[in-house]
C-alpha cells in the first residue's frame, strides 16, 4: 500500500479452474474475516469492475463457468444491476437518476421473470 494512512489491509483473492478450452468451470473466493482467517467459497459467476483514475479507465473481468443456467444468469443481473443503482445513488445522492436506473431494473426483472410485474 502507498498510501501512508493505511493501518489495516484485508486481501481478497479469487481462484478460475479452467477446462481444457480455457473455459471457467469452477470459481474459488476467499477475503480475511475480521479474525484473521479466511474461508474458501464457490460460484459461479463474477464481475469484476476496478477504477483506474490515473487514466479514467474501468477494468473489467466478467466470468461465469459453463454450468451457469440462464435462468440463474437472469438473475444475478437482475441483482447486480439493482445493486450498482443502490451504489450510485450512494456515492452520488443523484435520486433522479438512481431512480431511472431502478425502472430499469424493475423492467429487467419482468423482462426475464426474475420478479412478477407490478400491478
Not at 15 to 35: S, Y
Not at 78 to 86: G, N
Not at 92 to 119: C, D, H, W
Request: aromatic letters at 8%; charged letters at 25%; proline letters at 3%.
Amino acid at each position: 500500500m502507498q498510501n501512508p494512512k493505511v493501518v489495516h489491509t484485508n486481501e481478497i483473492s479469487i481462484k478460475v479452474g479452467l477446462d481444457e478450452n480455457k473455459v471457467p468451470i469452477d470459481i474459488l473466493w476467499t477475503a480475511d474475516k475480521n479474525d484473521g482467517t479466511a474461508e474458501h467459497q464457490t460460484c459461479k459467476a463474477i464481475l469484476l469492475s476496478l477504477f483506474d483514475g490515473v487514466h479514467q479507465e474501468t477494468l473489467k473481468i466478467d466470468l461465469w463457468t459453463k454450468d451457469m443456467m440462464v435462468s440463474e444468469m437472469d438473475r444475478f443481473m437482475f441483482q447486480t444491476l439493482r445493486a450498482l443503482s443502490e451504489t450510485y445513488f450512494k456515492a452520488s445522492q443523484n435520486a433522479a437518476l438512481a431512480n431511472e436506473m431502478q425502472r430499469f431494473v424493475q423492467y429487467f426483472g419482468e423482462k426475464t421473470e426474475v420478479i412478477s410485474p407490478e400491478k
